[in-house]
């Protein structure tokens, strides 16, 4: 049996239920990693994080 790994990279566009639903299909072992847009929220959420990061 050949196993291979698999690594989706998508921009927002994918980050849709019915591609994470897919993603998640038990019988597709498949890794992901999606960008998503900035929002106001976020951003506002993540600020710790990003100044931690810059003095590190």
Not at 24 to 49: A, H, M, W
Request: proline residues 4%; positive net charge; hydrophobic residues 40%.
């Amino acid at each position: 049996m050949i196993k291979v790994k698999l690594c989706f990279r998508g921009d927002s566009g994918f980050s849709r239920p019915l591609i994470f639903d897919w993603y998640g299909t038990p019988c597709r072992v498949v890794e992901y990693i999606v960008g998503l847009t900035t929002n106001s929220r976020f951003e506002k959420l993540s600020q710790d994080i990003h100044y931690e990061a810059a003095i590190s």
